[in-house]
Antibody, heavy 127, light 108 residues
């Protein structure tokens, strides 16, 4: 059974960097069949897709966060990570990591659905 | 930036049919996905590729898509279906994923 678990500080000061790690167990992150994604949800609000990393290190980010965001993968540890710089109170949210299916045909690749999620971790930006 | 538009809320009585819509300019060419999120839990996919239902999802959940509108239908909604529902898709580039704003389904 695949499991994902987020870890990192629950409290970050404004203007500092938010760092989270997602540890994957029960399956290898080194797979061409999946993207590894981050999604967040501010308290009482909707879901926001943050970005993904492929096991090769290829990434794609939400354009609204791109200038502050780095998502990376460590295949040796079966982990992927998120770093968001210059945080403000607007970055306060539950952060989820998730596995998203990937399928390829006719020399193009497309995403499928998120089939496994972490439990989510609340990160509060406050002084 | 690309947006998917959902109604904020839908309310039905138990046993009735609930329909939740999602509007987006790229939907004629991009699949819609639907996620159910119950309070305090991570989302769960209930429909993918517009119309497909993952194993373990009750048959009362179905999806359709026509033009710029995708629809999640819950036929014979039950109290346990009360949740927030989010559509999910991508813009015309296929790279920029986006969630709709979410629809709170009330069954009472």
């Amino acid at each position: 059974q695949v499991q994902l678990q987020e870890s990192g500080p629950g409290l970050v000061k404004p203007s500092q960097t938010l760092s989270l790690t997602c540890t994957v167990s029960g399956g290898s992150i080194r797979s061409a069949d999946y993207y590894w994604s981050w999604i967040r949800q501010p308290p009482g609000k909707g879901l926001e897709w943050i970005g993904y990393v492929f096991y090769t290190g290829d990434t794609y980010y939400n354009p609204s966060l791109k200038s502050r965001l780095t998502v990376s993968v460590d295949t040796s540890k079966n982990q992927f990570s998120l770093k968001l710089t210059s945080v403000t109170a607007a970055d306060t949210a539950v952060y989820y990591c998730a596995r998203e299916g990937r399928r390829c045909y006719d020399s193009s690749c497309y995403f499928s659905y998120f089939d496994y999620w972490g439990q989510g971790t609340l990160v509060t930006v406050s002084s | 930036s690309y947006e998917l538009t959902q109604p904020p809320s839908v309310s039905v009585s138990p046993g009735q049919t609930a329909r939740i819509t999602c509007s987006g300019d790229a939907l004629p060419k991009k699949y819609a996905y639907w996620y159910q999120q119950k309070s305090g839990q991570a989302p769960v996919v209930v429909i993918y590729d517009d119309i497909k239902r993952p194993s373990g999802i009750p048959e009362r959940f179905s999806g359709s898509s026509s033009g710029t509108l995708a629809t999640l239908t819950i036929s014979g909604a039950q109290v346990e279906d009360e949740a927030d529902y989010y559509c999910y898709s991508t813009d015309s580039s296929g790279y920029h994923r986006v969630f709709g704003g979410g629809t709170k389904l009330t069954v009472l």
